[in-house]
């Protein structure tokens, strides 16, 4: 008689952390480059073209996934898109587990 058990790869019990610092090191980059433009969320925002309570989210550790978004971010930061994508890349590297 064989007995098969499926063997479950132990959880990284860091992989919530590693997520959450990664994505707040995102929005902290984005919050550094909005100040040094000297622009309040509001301005930064209006520019972009999405809500107050977007891009608070993304400067609290929301990483947008929309590539139109992201795109009108880079414009209102006065960076280039590639420049941002990089940044976003970097910190989705951090999500692997």
């Not at 019990?13 to 994505?23: D, V």
């Not at 309040?40 to 400067?59: D, M, N, Q």
């Amino acid at each position: 008689m064989s007995i098969h058990r499926s063997v479950q790869p132990a959880a990284d019990p860091f992989a919530t952390a590693r997520r959450h610092t990664w994505r707040r090191l995102f929005g902290g980059l984005v919050e550094e480059t909005r100040q040094a433009k000297g622009y309040t969320v509001s301005e930064a925002a209006r520019l972009a073209g999405i809500e107050f309570s977007e891009w608070l989210a993304i400067e609290a550790g929301h990483v947008p996934a929309d590539e139109d978004q992201l795109r009108s971010m880079a414009a209102a930061l006065e960076m280039s898109f590639d420049q941002l994508l990089l940044l976003v890349l970097i910190c989705q590297g951090g999500r692997a587990e």
